[in-house]
């Protein structure tokens, strides 16, 4: 998803729970995965090429370095591992079929409103049809250039992070529903944290 659009959910999902100081943080460790060198050899920051099981192990692995961070006082070593592991949540519903899978329930019949999307559906989830978009490089970054965007689009496979991502309302009707969906997850992400945590862990998360 392109940074104003992370930071958006982070605001919604978060701005009641975390205090500025605590939430600045968090949006920076969440942006800055997608700096030139978190693109590179990252699949895993963002649910890229299809690198379902790695990602999530990567969230894993973020969750994990929470708690022993507040243990020894590095607070902000807390924050941006929870602002690292909301970026791949969050991505997971922009560069997934995800969303796709969910609408296509209602073939037929007009879907709910995006806010009612559910983004842990645990059929859907575990579904051998989910696919995440392959980046084909160099065709994928010349398609970033908007010149050039509708030229080489039709040379890339559909399979592609190109045809497939959700980054930005620019992609459609669908972004609404990534969108609402990385808000619920990342709220999910935090209460997934704050349940390991003692109460006063909690608010040293938060920042409040
Ligand atoms: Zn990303």
Known sequence: MLAAHHRNILVQALGDTFGPRALGVVVRANLRQDNLRGQIGHDEYHFDNNAFAESRAYIETNRAIIRPALESGHIEKAWAAFGRL????????????????????????????????????????????????????????????????RFILPLIPRDSHAW?????????????????????????????????????????????
Do not use: C
């Open 164 to 208: 497939m991502n959700l980054d930005s309302p620019e992609q459609g009707p669908k972004f609404d529903y990534a969108f609402e969906a990385a808000v619920k997850r990342t709220r999910h992400e935090f209460e997934q944290v704050a349940a390991r945590l003692s109460p006063q862990q909690t608010t040293a998360l938060t920042g409040k």
């Open 86 to 149: 909301t970026h791949t949540a969050q991505d997971f519903y922009a560069h997934s079929n995800y969303i796709t899978m969910w609408l296509s329930r209602f073939d037929g019949r007009t879907p709910p409103a995006p806010p009612e999307v559910d983004p842990l559906d645990p059929e859907l989830l575990a579904s051998p049809g989910l696919r995440s978009g392959v980046l084909y490089y160099p065709l994928e970054l010349l398609s970033y250039v908007p010149a050039l965007k």
